[in-house]
């Protein structure tokens, strides 16, 4: 594996592979575990030249967030990446993402970024949309692989692609889970031995809701309080949200007639853990 830690480099590095080579692109914000090695895996078996990288991005955290205290830890990454069968390894600094006088924000405006992380992350998306872009415009890949546990960024950045007309296909990859349901996060680390023993209890609500639905019932409220009991019987889980809205748009949903993402989080101390289901 390759490392680039600036644009030029990475482009000479593709460049080596030679022409017409299909680019599978991953980016992440390092701390790695099973779930960005399962989209390093996929893109390896989708595409000619795999791409990792690894930034941590200033602009999407807001004030007196976790950016400072984002766990990060670039040598083991690097093995890890390596293993899952990254080609190319970027690691820019802030400077190389936003040069001195860099002005350029890309912004997907309207409820879809306003609601769920977007109600407690105003900034959080602008964030996110303006260094996607940035990153895809570097890479220019044929697909990119983000994880379903960020539900709504990914519909975040196809709403950009779709906008900006980009051609990139946006691959969506599964949840991947601790054995007691807990979804892998860089962030998990950060929980303490009771805050940890707890935290499952995300994947439990959103887990005994859908069975809820399966038996039949489609009552949003309904199945919104239900999640929330559940969550609730944890004493040290502090919801930030729960939510129940139309996979697709994102939009406000009283029954479920369509596929439905129900949607969560959650602040144990000084950690906030997402997760999601969708009811289909
Ligand atoms: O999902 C993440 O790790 C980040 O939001 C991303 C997509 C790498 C952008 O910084």
Redesign the pocket.
Known sequence: MKTAKTVDELRNEIKVFGENKTIGFA???GYLHEGHLSLIKRAKTENDIVVV?I?V?PT?FGPGEDFESYPRDFEKDAGLAEAAGADILFLPDAKEIYPVGSATIVEVEGPITKKLCGSSRPTHFK??TT??NI?LNIVSPDKAY??QK?AQ?VAVIKKMIRGLHMQVAIVTCPIIREADGLALSSRNVGLKTEEREQAPVLSRALNIAKDLWISGENDVATLKTVIANEINTMPLADIDYVDILDYETLAGIEKIDAPALAAVAVRFGNTRLIDNIILE
Request: no cysteine; charged share 5%; proline share 6%.
């Open positions: 980016p992440t914000m990288s930034f991005n999407q964030g996110v260094v996607v990153l983000f994880g960020d960024q």
